[in-house]
């Protein structure tokens, strides 16, 4: 856990761990594993709240609950800006994790692969890949989303690339 | 194009004649007709598509596209060339790599191809081989069958544009491996080979996933982020390291695949490197098909020392793949006919030199890596021991648990019990509530 801050860090130890090792294609222990993974969200959601930090909501897209789709949030210089997150779960999940994709900011950022998907840290995928499979899509959120949001969404902002909602709709009355 | 060309002259020849005399008018009309002789002059000289050729023949014409493929055999290399038409070969990822190598083998006359990629060409993909900047916007996939079947209608290309991470995209990935119409005589499933030429980690472990489940041998590429190495692998399930029991990079330079971002903005590539590359893929494969020489387990390919480290690794008994060990499973129980295959084999011919210069630098009963050096390469030592220490942090990375989350998720699973007999529509109820909140 070198290289993360303590905030992340502490976060990190209190999202509810996973324990069933299932993907997609599992079956029954796919189930299982959702299960699992909504109890990991519903307590860092909490969490969240609790301690007036709520940044994301997310929610399976599908029945099978491969495709998630919802919205996530970074507060800058005390303006909000929001952003649609989505992302598949792989076949190979949990050995490997989510692509996190913010759609909207497709093409305007170097840190991002084509499709809007965040270019995570050297830290992340290793740190995923030694805690398989008991890191799941909160984890995900926590260790790789919300760092990037962190680092990127201020560089956005001050370049210009993007713009708060208010500001774009005071520009288009005057 | 041409009838349509010569029906114009015709045209412009009745106008002329319909018209009073008039010097100008007479005079433009004449630039026009030489115009559409012009036209008529370059349409002849396009070249047509060829047509398909039923035989490949060994005569040494100009007109016959397989002649030099041919004197392979003539010369004692291959002792069946044109046995390349029964083999399908499937390529995912058609980038810097694959489309290359999805060149060469059209140009080498391969039975089947099936291409397998959801990008688009764009221009920040020129400054490598193969597509063109008319093709920008095409789906990569499109763009290939425009090309290749131009270079050589004799292969059948069947191309899929999906993403084989999803769970729709493995799928259709998975049936069009095993549908077997192209050659139905032929043993396995449907593909005799597959190329993994993609540039992130997750579709190298879908490729992994795939093969392992269907026993299907295979061959990984890749390209570093700095352009300046690359490396090719052999993956035999059972018998070789799968995917999963250790991402090839790490060993090789030490640094973690996982780590390593794609093509797009992060990376840099260079024409040479992917070319290089493929060369040596596609260059295994027809080794690895037609059976000549030795197919390389592991060739890394280092361009800035001009370095090609080569080595063996063997499958990792506690991989996490589940269906890896399955395959190695049935790889030893299947050792006492391989045993006595081979002993027929000694028998009838000696061994190969290359492999009485096996030096092991790793006791491998421990490691289960085998390092293969020849010993005229000049490797130097602090290469070999970087080597080493690489590994020695590859398996750092292999510790399955972090101690200061598991006392941690000890706790985590009690307190989750209570919430067990929940069924999932429940909490995921709980979860939509806390997000409307």
């Known amino acids: ?110 840190k991002m692969y084509r499709g809007g998907k965040i270019c995570l840290t050297v830290h992340f995928k290793p740190l995923w890949a030694k805690n398989c499979p008991r890191f799941g899509i909160a984890h995900a959120l926590c260790l790789g989303l919300a760092p990037w949001l962190a680092a990127e969404v201020p560089i956005l902002v001050d370049s210009g690339m993007i713009k708060h909602k208010d500001d774009i709709a005071s520009a288009s009355e005057s | 194009m041409e009838a349509e060309l010569k029906e114009m002259l015709t045209d412009l020849d009745t106008l002329k004649r319909s018209l009073p005399d008039h010097p100008s008018l007479n005079s433009s009309i004449d630039k026009m007709q030489l115009r559409v002789e012009h036209l008529t002059n370059l349409a002849k000289s396009a070249p047509g598509r060829r047509l398909k050729v039923k035989d490949m023949s060994a005569e040494v014409v100009d007109s016959n596209p397989y ?104 799928e259709t990935f998975m049936s069009s491996l095993k549908n077997k119409t192209f050659c139905p005589s032929k043993q396995g499933i449907g593909v005799d080979l597959v190329l993994s030429c993609v540039d992130n980690y997750e579709a190298r472990m879908v490729v992994n996933q795939a093969c392992n489940e269907l026993n299907q041998t295979w061959m990984e590429s890749g390209v570093s982020e700095d352009a300046v190495s690359g490396h090719i692998q052999l993956l035999i399930p059972g018998e070789t390291a799968c995917f999963a029991c250790a991402p090839p990079l790490v060993v090789a330079s030490g640094v973690d695949e996982r780590t390593l971002k794609r093509e797009g903005v992060c990376a840099a590539s260079l024409p040479t490197t992917m070319g290089v590359v493929a060369g040596l893929l596609v260059q295994n494969t027809l080794k690895y098909l037609l059976k000549f020489g030795y197919v390389s387990p592991y060739l890394g390919y280092n361009a800035l020392k001009d370095y090609f ?33 081979a002993k027929a084999k000694k028998e009838e011919a000696s061994e190969p030199d290359s492999l009485k210069d096996k030096i092991n630098v790793l006791d491998d009963s421990e ?61 995921k109820q709980r979860l939509d509530h806390l997000n409307a909140l």
């Open chain 1, 1 to 110: 856990m070198e290289g993360w801050d303590p905030n992340t860090k502490s976060t990190l130890t209190q999202i509810p761990l996973l324990s069933t090792k299932a993907g997609p294609r599992d079956g029954a222990a796919w189930t299982q594993r959702l299960k699992e993974e909504y109890k990991s969200l519903i307590a860092y959601t909490s969490m969240n709240k609790s301690k007036d930090n709520d940044w994301f909501r997310i929610s399976a897209a599908n029945p099978e609950g491969t495709r998630w789709i919802g919205k996530c949030w970074y507060v800058h210089n005390l303006l909000k800006y929001e952003f649609d997150l989505q992302f598949d779960i792989p076949v190979t999940y949990p050995s490997t994790a989510p692509e996190i994709e913010l759609p909207q900011l497709d093409g305007k950022t170097h």
């Open chain 2, 67 to 170: 002649s030099r493929l041919m004197a392979l055999q003539r010369m004692g290399i291959v002792e069946n060339y044109e046995r390349i038409r029964e083999f399908s070969v499937a390529i995912v990822g058609i980038g810097g790599v694959g489309s290359v190598a999805a060149e060469m083998l059209t140009r080498c006359g391969i039975g089947r191809l099936l291409l397998y990629d959801y990008d688009k060409v764009e221009l920040a993909n020129m400054n490598r081989l193969f597509f063109r900047p008319e093709q920008v916007g095409m789906t990569k996939t499109d763009a290939a069958v425009q090309t290749l079947s131009d270079i050589n209608p004799d292969v059948v290309l069947e191309s899929y544009t999906l993403n084989i991470t999803t769970l729709q995209g493995f």
């Open chain 2, 309 to 341: 480290p080569t080595m063996e690794m063997k499958p990792n008994p506690q991989c996490s793949n589940a269906a890896c060990l399955e395959r190695q499973n049935e790889y030893i129980l299947a050792k006492p006919a391989r045993d006595a295959a």
């Open chain 2, 367 to 427: 490691r289960n890596i085998t390092l293969l050096q020849e010993s005229e390469t000049s490797l130097p030592k602090s290469a070999t021991l970087s080597l080493i220490a690489s590994i020695t942090i590859l398996m750092e990375g292999f510790v399955p648990s972090n101690p200061e989350v598991d006392s941690l998720a000890d706790a985590q699973i009690r307190l989750s019990l209570a919430m067990e007999v929940l069924d999932l529509n429940l909490i």
